[in-house]
């Protein structure tokens, strides 16, 4: 069963911002979410990872809900090369360290002018 | 650095033709990933290496695929006999590894496989 639950696209006028929410009422405690975006034709590319607290970096924040049940992906000035799949992802960590990663189908986001 | 490095960038062969995708991960990472992906299946993980040592190969479709990693700087994943289903983009990723629970992976940008 897949672990994530994501909408299928979405739609972003560019200038705004853009919110991607991902659910995941079955994570655990010691798994983490992950984004990564999939622009077209290339390989996917890290954006941003958190447990429970929100995160922020130069590409985007995450919000954690308080019940780690929900998330969301926020691009806060979306643009035109924002448009690409993605994914929202929880996995936990290996015995050892490291971590793989599952793909889910992801959100299709499309920004227009 | 020059990231994650996979040829060739294409692929076209025929059914039945021994194919070899190759792959050079960032230096000192010390992970590495093969991943596949096609429209109806998504992007699937392979097979995944730590310390040039193969870890999971459960999503490793049959016995026609095969991997290796002879030294940490190149990886190679062969399909022979291959077939028309095998068709997909073949990633590569690479990653610190192991003590770096949280680190991100880095993609190839992939080899598009065509076998007719």
């Known amino acids: 069963d897949a672990k994530t639950t994501q909408p299928t696209s979405m739609d972003c006028a560019e200038g705004r911002a853009a919110n991607l929410p991902c659910n995941h009422s079955t994570i655990s405690g010691n798994e983490y979410v992950y984004w990564y975006r999939q622009i077209h034709s290339q390989g996917p590319q890290y954006i941003i990872h958190g447990l429970k607290n929100n995160e922020t970096n130069e590409m985007a924040s995450l919000i954690i809900t308080e019940d780690r049940k929900s998330s969301t992906l926020i691009l806060p000035h979306a643009t035109l090369r924002d448009t690409a799949v993605y994914y929202c992802?929880?996995?936990?960590?290996?015995?050892?360290?490291?971590?793989?990663?599952?793909f889910g189908t992801g959100t299709q986001l499309k920004v227009e002018l | 650095d020059a990231g994650v490095i996979q040829s060739p960038r294409h692929e076209v062969t025929e059914m039945g033709q021994e194919v070899t995708l190759r792959c050079k991960p960032i230096s000192g990472h010390n992970s590495l990933f093969w991943y596949r992906q096609t429209m109806m299946r998504g992007l699937e993980l392979l097979i995944y290496?730590?310390?040039?040592?193969?870890?999971?190969d459960s999503g490793m479709p049959e016995d026609r695929f095969s991997a290796k990693m002879p030294n940490a700087s190149f990886s190679t994943l062969k399909i022979q006999p291959s077939e028309p289903r095998d068709s997909a983009v073949y990633f590569c990723a690479s990653s610190l590894g192991w003590g770096y629970p949280n680190e991100k992976l880095f993609f190839g940008s992939g080899t598009q496989l065509s076998v007719l």
């Open positions: 992802i929880v996995e936990g960590i290996l015995t050892g360290g490291g971590n793989k990663l599952t």
């Open positions: 290496f730590n310390n040039n040592v193969p870890i999971d």
